[in-house]
């Protein structure tokens, strides 16, 4: 399949496998950066401020690591450096990974049989211009009651521990007790196709 951008270069700044399998399967090719940022040492009250927050402080990391290293030249090619973030709320709360495993037993345990919002933000930075445009969107889950069983083999898998509120909507193990989605899956797991089209249109 021909690729979509090949005029200019995308640089995908995280590493989630979901992310990454997201944007290829829009038709992008794309290089991988990984921002090392102390995600809580950042706090916003509001989730879509906290998504987007963080997603610029990724976007932020990375063009000071191209610069250091020198690989930001003046007569570059275009290019978009794609960050993101994603977090859960529950009851008002807003979950980040969980950071123990009773942690993530209790994140997953609250999901059984009831709902939980996911806010997920998408920046796209054009790192000739400078120019930087974001956004967030919303999804809601409802789940089905999920038994004590499969929460073990969840927390035993080790998964819950790299997603968002320790929610994983694609897993196997999770799927068959997702009741509904509303909005979109991809912006569960963590990259909207619509949002993320509409930002590299506006940053090109």
Known sequence: ?????????IILGSSS?????????MGYEFTIMTA???EKSIR???PED???TLAEAKADAIVQRLLNDGQLEA???????????????????????????????????GYSGSHAAVVGSVV??????GKRYGGWEGAEVYFLEIPDEVIDNLIDDGVTFNVAGGLMLEHPLTLPFV??????????????????????MEAL
């Open 17 to 25: 496998k979901a992310r990454k399998q997201i944007l290829a399967e």
């Open 1 to 9: 399949m021909a690729s979509k951008n090949p005029s200019y270069r």
């Open 75 to 109: 007569d570059a090619s275009t290019t978009l450096l794609i960050t993101a973030d994603t977090v859960v709320v529950y009851r008002g709360i807003i979950r980040e990974k969980p950071t123990s495993e009773k942690e993530a037993r209790e994140f997953v345990k």
């Open 179 to 200: 009741d509904a989605v509303v909005g979109s899956a991809d912006t569960v797991m963590g990259l909207s196709k619509a949002l993320t089209e509409k930002l590299i």
């Open 44 to 46: 916003r009250e509001k």
């Open 50 to 52: 906290l998504v987007v």
């Open 124 to 129: 796209v930075t054009n790192l000739v211009t």
């Open 36 to 38: 090392d940022i102390d």
